[in-house]
């Protein structure tokens, strides 16, 4: 309740502290967005009318997504959970895919400013939003070898336009390049359209039940390759403007979501593949504690058989088209948006490779007792 905190702290001082001729400063230190920013131009109103700075001491906001994961233990019985924060976007509306081509996004990759609604009331009421320094090794996917500071020369282009989400809706709506994109963004997001998010985890070892879970996420994959195509097709309809477009952010978003969105579909067949052989060939575990199979990526690609092409009814030679031209427009964002988040999220996915394989390992049944869940924690 960031803002609904500050809004409290005016309420209650500032007048006091006009009336005694005194200033009241705000300071804040958070490592969340907080989710009560519906009343963010309120807050700016009343610190604007009582002259009161609001000042920051957080964290970078995720690049284009609201949300980051941090890893929490539980001291007794060491079990591992990624517990959901909010932690973004940097702008007004995220500007970038919610989707990682099988659900939502679980990266924490920097954006390199802080949180949209902090930055502007800090802005805006003569204040400074101050990037903490220190790492975060509890932060899902922020080791300490992912970038999380960005050269301020390179990125001095890429500042977001901190508008009023009214304003900023406006000025996106006036551009048929933004408006496309962003309705591009919407039609693939997993957190607007569950039947995008396909199991990635907690398969069965047993054959038969693998085989029932493989069989209900195949429709599932077969249409998310479809709405992944008619983003593509949407995308290469506005290629042509791409060049009038002024704003690097825009050009950005553009360059990788395409890419984005080419290597996506290329996953998908892979996915229903890794299923379908894995249903076919049945195999078991080689440990035998194991009770789970989950997937994860690979260099090594499964070629498909006449069977699984007619049964999937992919065009084998356009997806392999869209693989060559995923990689040659993730180059293309590393070399056009240098020093940037964009650039270090395309080399990141371009090092995940486009194959997937199922790997066993154990999990612990305690994970589903409802007096174990009651330990956890809610950030």
């Given at each position: 309740?960031?803002?609904?905190s500050?809004q409290a702290?005016?309420?209650?001082?500032a007048t006091?502290?006009t009336?005694?001729?005194?200033?009241?400063?705000?300071?804040?230190?958070?490592d969340e967005?907080?989710e009560?920013?519906?009343?963010?131009e309120d807050?700016?109103?009343?610190?604007?009318?009582f002259k009161?700075?609001v000042?920051?001491m957080?964290r970078?906001?995720v690049f284009?997504?609201?949300?980051a994961?941090?890893?929490?233990?539980d001291?007794?019985f060491?079990?591992?959970?990624?517990?959901r924060v909010?932690?973004?976007?940097?702008?007004?509306?995220p500007?970038?895919?919610?989707?990682?081509?099988?659900?939502?996004?679980w990266d924490?990759?920097?954006s390199?400013?802080g949180?949209?609604a902090?930055?502007?009331l800090?802005?805006?009421s003569?204040g400074?939003?101050?990037l903490l320094?220190?790492s975060?090794?509890d932060?899902?996917?922020s080791?300490?070898?992912?970038?999380r500071?960005?050269?301020?020369?390179a990125?001095?282009?890429y500042?977001?336009?901190l508008?009023?989400?009214?304003?900023y809706?406006a000025?996106r709506?006036?551009?048929e390049?933004?408006q496309t994109?962003?309705?591009?963004?919407?039609?693939?997001n997993p957190h607007?359209?569950?039947?995008?998010s396909?199991?990635w985890r907690h398969y069965k070892?047993?054959?038969?039940?693998?085989?029932?879970?493989?069989k209900?996420?195949?429709?599932?994959?077969?249409?998310?390759?479809?709405?992944?195509n008619?983003g593509?097709q949407?995308l290469?309809k506005?290629k042509?403007?791409?060049?009038?477009?002024?704003e690097?952010?825009?050009r950005a978003?553009?360059?990788?979501?395409?890419?984005?969105?080419?290597?996506?579909?290329v996953?998908?067949?892979?996915y229903?593949?890794?299923l379908?052989?894995h249903a076919?060939?049945?195999p078991?575990?080689?440990?035998?504690k194991h009770?789970?199979?989950?997937f994860?990526?690979t260099?090594?690609?499964l070629?498909?058989d006449?069977?699984?092409?007619a049964a999937?009814?992919i065009?084998?030679?356009?997806?392999e088209?869209?693989?060559?031209?995923?990689?040659?427009l993730y180059?293309?964002v590393i070399?056009?948006h240098p020093n940037?988040p964009?650039a270090?999220?395309a080399?990141?996915e371009?090092?995940?490779?486009f194959?997937l394989?199922l790997?066993s390992?154990f999990w612990?049944p305690?994970?589903?007792?409802?007096?174990y869940?009651?330990?956890v924690?809610?950030?």
């Amino acid at each position: 309740m960031t803002f609904s905190s500050i809004q409290a702290v005016i309420d209650e001082y500032a007048t006091g502290a006009t009336r005694t001729d005194r200033k009241l400063v705000v300071i804040v230190l958070t490592d969340e967005t907080g989710e009560d920013d519906a009343i963010l131009e309120d807050v700016i109103s009343k610190s604007e009318r009582f002259k009161v700075p609001v000042y920051f001491m957080g964290r970078e906001a995720v690049f284009g997504y609201p949300y980051a994961h941090v890893r929490w233990v539980d001291p007794e019985f060491g079990l591992a959970h990624d517990i959901r924060v909010d932690r973004g976007p940097e702008t007004e509306f995220p500007e970038c895919l919610q989707y990682n081509g099988f659900g939502g996004r679980w990266d924490s990759t920097s954006s390199g400013f802080g949180p949209y609604a902090q930055v502007r009331l800090a802005k805006r009421s003569g204040g400074i939003f101050f990037l903490l320094s220190s790492s975060e090794k509890d932060l899902i996917g922020s080791a300490a070898h992912l970038q999380r500071k960005f050269d301020d020369l390179a990125m001095k282009e890429y500042e977001p336009m901190l508008l009023s989400r009214r304003e900023y809706e406006a000025n996106r709506s006036k551009s048929e390049f933004r408006q496309t994109i962003w309705q591009v963004i919407v039609a693939l997001n997993p957190h607007l359209d569950n039947q995008l998010s396909l199991q990635w985890r907690h398969y069965k070892t047993e054959p038969e039940e693998f085989a029932k879970q493989g069989k209900a996420q195949f429709d599932k994959c077969i249409r998310a390759m479809a709405k992944v195509n008619e983003g593509i097709q949407r995308l290469e309809k506005i290629k042509p403007l791409r060049a009038k477009e002024r704003e690097p952010r825009w050009r950005a978003a553009y360059d990788l979501a395409y890419a984005q969105l080419l290597a996506y579909r290329v996953r998908e067949f892979q996915y229903l593949l890794a299923l379908d052989k894995h249903a076919k060939e049945r195999p078991l575990p080689k440990d035998p504690k194991h009770n789970n199979w989950d997937f994860g990526y690979t260099s090594q690609m499964l070629t498909p058989d006449e069977q699984q092409i007619a049964a999937t009814k992919i065009d084998i030679k356009e997806l392999e088209e869209q693989r060559k031209k995923a990689l040659e427009l993730y180059a293309v964002v590393i070399k056009e948006h240098p020093n940037t988040p964009w650039a270090l999220r395309a080399n990141q996915e371009k090092g995940w490779g486009f194959g997937l394989a199922l790997h066993s390992y154990f999990w612990d049944p305690k994970y589903l007792d409802p007096k174990y869940q009651a330990r956890v924690p809610k950030f």
